[in-house]
């Protein structure tokens, strides 16, 4: 197994044969380079289902998929079959509003540890994906930032990144986001066991607690607009066979826009999360990269 870094901040490439990765002591080799460099890339790496789902439950405990079971031949295995060949109107938004920058399982108060991506068939046009790394981030903040953005909490939801694919979401609309994920409030500012820390933002935040609505969305979109500056940001480009797994505290990810014509098909798997979001503690040191 050849590891090699992609950017000085944010992810490395893993040359392996596919069925080495099930080899003894292969997962905790790949977790501790999953936590140091937060996105690990496989390129066309050409993984099987069987293999895809082994190392997954070798890496950890896997989610169920039954929000997003589509009754295709992936989704009996587990697999989130991620195309845009959905009939069903949740399943399809669900993979829209992937074209947002975003944290998965703000939904939960641990949230998803990681997430595989498994190309299946790499887009035509568009469809890459985009992950920010949120420590390097939020450690390049001033302090007198960090100072001001401590102890503030920020409500997330389904319906604030939803209703961005709509001009005028619909009262059941909002009523069917909200059975799914109501608004749930989180530390603003999420220390780590690391002793690293992440900002919660991205397109499910939709407010801070105790902050007038213009104020709060104009400190939301400043801090998500810094998040994603080029120089925290690494751009995958998806080829046939490719596998990547990304360290979900550690980073907001996005899909750039694609079209029905595309023929993106991804497999995704994700691992429970292994820590719970608490709020900033003690003093500015955690904020070292």
């Not at 950017?7 to 002591?25: F, M, Q």
């Not at 039954?66 to 079959?81: L, Q």
Request: glycine residues 8%.
């Amino acid at each position: 197994m050849i590891i090699k870094p992609i950017t000085s901040e944010t992810g490395a490439t893993v040359e392996v044969a596919p069925e080495a990765v099930l080899a003894d002591g292969a997962a905790e080799l790949l977790l501790g380079a999953l936590n140091h460099y937060n996105v690990l890339v496989f390129p066309q790496v050409r993984m099987s289902d069987d293999i895809f789902l082994a190392l997954t439950a070798a890496l950890g405990d896997m989610h169920e998929n039954k929000v997003t079971d589509d009754g295709s031949a992936a989704s009996n295995k587990g697999i989130f079959r991620i195309a845009l060949d959905k009939d069903d109107k949740t399943q399809r938004e669900f993979i829209l509003g992937n074209d947002f920058w975003h944290m998965d399982g703000m939904s939960y108060t641990v949230p998803v540890k990681a997430t595989l991506l498994k190309c299946e068939s790499a887009p035509r046009v568009g469809g890459d994906t985009g992950f920010a790394n949120l420590h390097a981030a939020y450690a390049a903040l001033p302090d007198e930032k960090k100072q001001r953005l401590a102890g503030l909490t920020v409500g997330h939801c389904l319906s604030s990144s939803l209703r961005r694919l709509y001009e005028h979401p619909s009262a059941e609309d909002f009523a069917r986001w909200d059975a799914i994920f109501p608004r749930l409030e989180h530390p603003l500012v999420w220390t780590q066991e690391s002793g690293k820390s992440a900002l919660l933002i991205g397109s499910t935040a939709n407010d801070i607690a105790g902050l007038a609505e213009g104020e709060s969305r104009a400190l939301l979109d400043e801090l998500l607009a810094w998040c994603t500056q080029d120089r925290f940001t690494y751009r995958h480009k998806w080829h046939d066979g490719d596998l990547v797994i990304f360290n979900n505290p550690g980073l907001l990810h996005r899909s750039y826009p694609y079209d029905d014509t595309a023929g993106r098909v991804m497999h995704r798997t994700t691992l429970k999360g292994r820590e719970a979001i608490r709020a900033q503690t003690g003093q500015l040191s955690d904020a070292m990269y």
